[in-house]
């Protein structure tokens, strides 16, 4: 365990570490040298190095409240292992995190655990982005780790953040469909949640128009300025089965007793950042004719999910339905920069990009 951090600085040192590297970033691509085959390889042995470090430092943190639900998650884990209860295989809820945390609880110890769920958040982002970009994927991945929810669901929503890192890998097996079908029902068994990623997945796979999906999503934002409390209503009369976290979120009964209270209201701030990905994808589809289908499909899947998000914009803790689709945003917005030139000064224009996705996260958990 890293215990030599003082607690309160522990995501700040890591804050600051990622600004440092973006400055870097943004300096090799002033100077043009970001895509050279010198920086490119110089780049990717650091990506890995850091991947292993941030892993290290994510997975053995302490055990405290600052890191939101990993106090939960121990409180879980350690009435498991002093149990006398055997270790059984149970198929309720998340099964796949819920059986490795049993498991762990009887056979190891709890920072093996979050370890693993560390290997499993962060790796599995190395490797898509290893698998889609190749050499080059170490700009992309500090997309991904400069992203201002990153580290939050590293330690807090820490099952989100697992199913949907290994939802995203499991895109990227785009031509061997069993291995992604595969991986994204083990990333169902991690979090719910997946289950609208791999309904979207499905959807843009077969109708593939992004026009369609672009217009759906504005439909959605004015939907939901106009009807959004009634949208939410319905959906909280509906009900889920036996789980009826997602009707209090809808309804608000799930911050009773909360020590942090959202405002239910129309989140401008959450639908400007989720706006970047969409402009992002609409200027280079539909402005400069990007003609690559992957694109389309992991920008049709962004939309299909965030326009779900809009129609609940207001629902308490409304982040962690946005995130559903923020989890794909990176690639959404580096993937074309990555691919093909678009301009005579790329790098430069890359390195512009970079700075404008960071200024949220910047603000976010810089500034404030």
């Known amino acids: 365990m890293i215990d030599f951090i003082p607690l309160y600085n522990y995501e700040h040192y ?3 570490t990622i600004l440092i590297m973006i400055l870097v970033a943004v300096w090799q691509c002033h100077t043009g040298t970001v895509l050279r085959h010198n920086s490119v390889n110089l780049n990717a042995m650091w990506g890995v190095v850091f991947t292993v470090l941030l892993i290290l430092y994510m997975g053995l943190r302490p055990i405290a409240n600052v890191f939101g639900d990993t106090m939960n998650y121990a409180v879980g884990f350690n009435e498991t292992a002093t149990s006398s209860e055997p270790f059984q295989w149970h198929w309720d809820k998340e099964w796949l995190f819920y059986n490795l945390m049993r498991w762990f609880a009887k056979f190891s110890d709890i920072h093996s655990f979050f370890l693993l769920c560390a290997i499993v958040y962060v790796g599995s982002l190395w490797l898509a982005m290893v698998r889609i970009f190749k050499n080059y994927y170490y700009i992309p991945l500090l997309i991904i780790f400069s992203m201002f929810t990153f580290w939050q669901y590293g330690v807090n929503g820490i099952r989100n953040g697992m199913g949907a ?5 499991a895109m990227t ?3 061997k469909p069993p291995v992604m079908i595969a991986l994204g029902i083990l ?6 949640s997946v289950y609208l990623m791999m309904a979207a997945g499905a959807l843009t796979w077969f109708i593939k128009n992004s026009y369609y999906y672009l217009s759906g999503w504005v439909a959605c934002v004015i939907v939901s300025y106009l009807a959004g409390f009634r949208i939410q209503n319905y959906f909280a009369a509906l009900g889920f089965g036996e789980d009826d976290r997602f009707s209090g979120y809808l309804t608000g009964s799930n911050m009773v007793g909360e020590v942090i209270q959202m405002s239910m209201v129309f989140r401008w701030d959450f639908l400007a950042y989720s706006a970047m990905g969409v402009a992002v994808g609409y200027y280079f589809i539909f402005r400069r004719n990007f ?3 992957y694109y389309h499909w992991i920008y049709n899947t962004f939309l299909a999910c965030n326009a779900f998000w809009v129609l609940i914009i207001r629902a308490a ?4 339905f946005a995130q559903i689709s923020w989890f794909i945003m990176p690639i959404v917005l580096i993937y074309p920069f990555l691919k093909q030139r678009f301009w005579t000064n790329h790098e430069k224009m890359l390195g512009f990009a970079i700075l404008l996705f960071y200024v949220f996260t910047f603000y976010f958990n810089i500034l404030r």
């Open 14 to 16: 890591f804050d600051v």
């Open 173 to 175: 097996y785009v031509n």
């Open 291 to 293: 003609k690559d289908e």
């Open 317 to 320: 803790y409304s982040n962690r």
């Open 187 to 192: 990333a169902c068994g991690f979090h719910k």
């Open 165 to 169: 890192s290994l939802f995203i890998l």
